[in-house]
């Protein structure tokens, strides 16, 4: 079974940066890899995904040109990189895997999630 394990998260004023990482336990290069969030109160949401391929990349409206993902296979990993933060943007970011072309818009894998707090 393979697991995803995220880090990066942290608190950071608006306007500021983060970037966030994930680790699989397995090789990821035949998955669509992305994140979802889950803000207090709120349902989770989807993020950003990037295809198998690195060819592909899709974004949510709300994060659109703040936030890129990236991946990295040979080293099964995949990053979120957040600039311009905003107090809306706190929430547990997971990583997700998903199969070729799925968009990791409903992910078969989960990790554990990391918190990321945004002060205004």
């Known amino acids: 079974q393979v697991q995803l394990t995220e880090s990066g998260g942290g608190l950071v004023q608006a306007g500021g940066s983060l970037k966030l990482s994930c680790v699989s336990s397995?090789?990821?290069?035949?998955?669509?890899m992305g994140w979802w969030r889950q803000a207090p109160g709120k349902e989770r949401e989807f993020v950003a995904s990037?295809?198998?391929?690195?060819?592909?990349?899709f974004t949510s409206f709300a994060v659109r040109r703040r936030f890129t993902i990236s991946r990295d296979n040979a080293k099964n990993s995949v990053f979120l990189q957040m600039d311009n933060l905003k107090p809306e943007d706190t929430a547990v970011y997971f990583c997700?895997?998903?199969?070729?072309?799925?968009?990791?818009?409903?992910?078969?894998?989960w990790g554990q999630g990391t918190q990321v707090t945004v002060s205004s």
């Open positions: 990037v295809s198998w391929d690195d060819q592909n990349v």
């Open positions: 397995g090789r990821i290069a035949d998955f669509d």
């Open positions: 997700v895997a998903d199969g070729r072309g799925s968009r990791a818009v409903s992910p078969r894998l």
